[in-house]
C-alpha cells in the first residue's frame, strides 16, 4: 500500500507540474508573441484580442484586459514570493537557529526586493540573465549531489517509469474531480495549483514571447512544452523518488516532517546525505536566486505592459514597479493572507484515484 501511495504521489506531482500548466504558457506565450512579432503589434496582451477587438485594443477596452493582466502578473508573483520566504525562513532556522516569524520574513522580502530591483534595472542582459545563470548553476549542483550521493539506480529506473505511467493514465487523472468519492481535498490541491499557473500565465508567457525573437512556431512549441516538462520531472524525480526511497527504507520520517511543517521537506531530505550543511546552505540559496529571478521577470513584465508594449521600459517604471511587488508580498505576510495558500496533506485512509491504487 505504501509503494503504491508513492506511485500515486508522483503520479499526481506530474499532474500538477507537467503538461498542464507548460501548456497553459505555451498559449499566453504564444500568441502575444506572434501578433507583436508577426503583426507589428505592441507585445503586450491586449495584442491577443486583436482578431475580436480590431482597432479597440488601443484605446479603454486594451487598457481593462493589460490591467488585469498586470494586477494578475502583480499578485501571482507576490504571493510566490510570500511562500518561498517562507521556506528560505525554515532553511535558516534548520541551519542556523533562526526563528521563523513574520519579522524575519518582511527582512527577507526586502533582501530580494533589493536584488531584483538590481537584476531589473541593470535590464535582460546584464542582470536577469546572469542571475538565471548563476540559479541554474546552483540548482544543477543540487541535484547532481542527489542523483549521485542517493540511491542512484532507483532515481534512474523511476525517471524510465514516472513518466510512462503519467503519460498512460493522464487521461483518468485529468478529468478526476472527486465525484464518487465525495471528498473536496483536489480543491485544495489541483484547484491551487490551476489558479496559481493561469495566474502566472500573463508574466510567464510574455517573459517567454520576450526572449523568442526569430523562432519558429514549431521552435517554440517544442521548446516551451515538453523541454521544460522534461527538466520538472527530472528535477521532481529525483529529490521525489529519493525522498520516498529514504522513507519507504523506514530511515527518514520525511513524511512525518511533512505532515508537521511542509516547508522543511528538502531539508528533512538532505539529513540522510552527507555534507548536510553545505547541502541546505546550498537550497537556501538556489530557493533565494530562484525567486529574484522570478521577482524581476515578473516586474520587466508589467514593466512593458504597462509602457504600451514597449519591450525596454524607464528605469523609474521598473523600480515602481519591483518596490510594489515586494510591498504587496510583505502585506499579504502580515496580513495573514497567505497562511492558507499551501495546501492541506493528503489525510490518511483517503480513496485514491483507481488508475494509482494499480
Not at 224 to 249: E, M
Request: with cysteine; proline share 5%.
Amino acid at each position: 500500500m505504501q509503494k503504491r501511495r508513492g506511485r500515486a504521489a508522483m503520479d499526481i506531482t506530474f499532474l500538477h507540474w507537467g503538461l498542464h500548466p507548460w501548456a497553459i504558457y505555451t498559449m499566453v506565450g504564444l500568441a502575444p508573441a506572434f501578433f507583436s512579432f508577426n503583426k507589428g503589434l505592441p507585445l503586450s496582451i491586449r495584442s491577443v484580442f486583436y482578431p475580436v477587438l480590431g482597432e479597440k485594443i488601443h484605446g479603454f477596452a486594451g487598457n481593462i484586459v493589460d490591467i488585469l493582466a498586470s494586477v494578475a502578473t502583480l499578485f501571482g508573483v507576490a504571493t510566490s514570493l510570500g511562500l518561498g520566504v517562507q521556506q528560505v525562513n525554515a532553511g535558516l532556522d534548520h541551519l542556523f537557529g533562526i526563528e521563523q516569524s513574520s519579522t524575519i520574513q518582511v527582512v527577507l522580502i526586502t533582501g530580494i526586493t533589493a536584488l531584483a530591483t538590481w537584476s531589473v534595472l541593470a535590464g535582460l542582459s546584464a542582470g536577469i540573465r546572469r542571475l538565471s545563470e548563476i540559479n541554474l548553476v546552483l540548482a544543477g549542483l543540487l541535484c547532481l549531489f542527489v542523483l549521485l550521493v542517493g540511491s542512484t539506480l532507483f532515481i534512474i529506473k523511476a525517471f524510465g517509469e514516472n513518466p510512462g505511467h503519467y503519460l498512460q493514465y493522464l487521461p483518468v487523472l485529468a478529468t478526476w474531480n472527486e465525484t464518487y468519492e465525495a471528498t473536496t481535498w483536489q480543491h485544495g490541491w489541483t484547484v491551487f495549483y490551476w489558479g496559481w499557473w493561469i495566474a502566472w500565465s500573463p508574466f510567464v508567457g510574455m517573459f517567454i514571447a520576450r526572449v523568442s525573437y526569430g523562432r519558429t512556431i514549431r521552435e517554440f512549441i517544442l521548446g516551451v512544452l515538453f523541454v521544460p516538462t522534461l527538466i520538472t520531472f527530472a528535477w521532481l524525480t529525483i529529490f521525489g523518488n529519493s525522498a520516498l526511497n529514504v522513507d519507504l527504507l523506514g530511515a527518514g520520517g520525511i513524511a512525518r516532517a511533512v505532515q508537521e511543517n511542509i516547508l522543511v521537506a528538502i531539508f528533512k531530505l538532505l539529513e540522510n546525505f552527507p555534507f548536510n550543511t553545505v547541502t541546505s546552505g546550498l537550497t537556501v540559496a538556489v530557493i533565494v536566486t530562484f525567486f529574484v529571478t522570478s521577482w524581476d521577470s515578473g516586474s520587466m513584465v508589467i514593466d512593458i505592459i504597462t509602457a504600451g508594449g514597449n519591450p525596454d521600459p524607464p528605469k523609474l517604471q521598473r523600480l515602481f514597479w519591483a518596490l510594489l511587488e515586494g510591498a504587496v508580498a510583505a502585506a499579504l505576510l502580515l496580513g495573514g493572507g497567505l497562511v492558507d495558500c499551501r495546501p492541506p496533506p493528503l489525510p490518511r485512509g483517503f480513496p485514491l484515484p483507481w488508475c494509482c491504487s494499480l
